[in-house]
Structure formats: C-alpha cells, structure tokens
C-alpha cells in the first residue's frame, strides 16, 4: 500500500485502495486528537509539577487486590517514579500527538504509543477504550499513513538509512 496517488485518475482506478487509505488516514487524525487530549489535560493539570500522578496511583492501588500484578506494577515502580513517569507520558502525548497530526515519524511514534498504552493498562488502567487505541498502535505501525499525508516520504528520500522515516 505504499504506492499510492492522490490524483483523481488514481482514485476512480483504484476505488478500494482509496476508501482503505481515507480510512486508516481518518483513524490516524482520531488517534492523534486523542494523544492531544490527553497531553493537554496532563499539561493543564500540571501534571509534569505536581504530584497528581502520585495521588491517582495512590488512588487505583487502593482499589486494587494488594497482590496482584497491577497493585505490585504500582507500588514498587510507578509510584516510587511518578515524576519521571509524568514527564514521560506528557511529553511522549505531545510527540505522538505532533507526529501522529503532521505525518512525521509516525511508527516510532505509534511504538510510543503502544508502550505507553500496555502501561496504563499494568497500572491497572485497562478499560475498554484502550483496546482500540492498542489495535490502532499497531496498524499505524504496520502501514505507511504518512507517505500518503506527511513528511516521511520527503525525510526517507533525504535520509534514507533513518529508522525513524521508514
């Protein structure tokens, strides 16, 4: 699916390849106003200053079975670096989100994503919002989106031994 064309002779040929690139385009500005969301709401609520991280770990190990594998995820590493993990997760949000909306780095990005996405859920944050969100990490991962809108293409001509345009 890498060859694609945006012109209209293009298009009325290749109905399918078009309707699968528009929608998989349209999931990936979805993806990217969600990681937006949610790196403006850490940033608002100052969650790289505070210890707002701490008190919603605090919050969910509370509700947890104190021997379960999220209870342990939490109480032996997410708390003790809450900081860290902050700054982490509100700036990763920023560059998945500016990735995922300008077609820069898109795959390196969407990886974030995923690492980021299976540690709220060893956290203890799983729900079923997140299952979409994996899935979407993973074809975001698996097909050029930004070859067809964004950057990568023009940044893998110009440095074509980059990992992070392939």
Known sequence: MRKFNWSKEYRQQ???KTAGVITLLTGRYLYALMFTYAFTFKLTHKWMWTDALQKHYKQRLSELPKTSFHAKYLRYFAIPLYMPIAWFV???Q???AASTLTGTAVRANAAMG???L???VAGGYGNKTIGPFVFYSLVLMAFPTS???GFDKELRKR???AIWFK
């Open 14 to 16: 290749h109905k399918l």
């Open 90 to 92: 509100t700036i990763g």
């Open 94 to 96: 920023a560059s998945i």
């Open 114 to 116: 995923l690492f980021m």
């Open 118 to 120: 299976l540690n709220f």
């Open 147 to 149: 070859d067809w809108v």
């Open 159 to 161: 440095y074509p031994n």
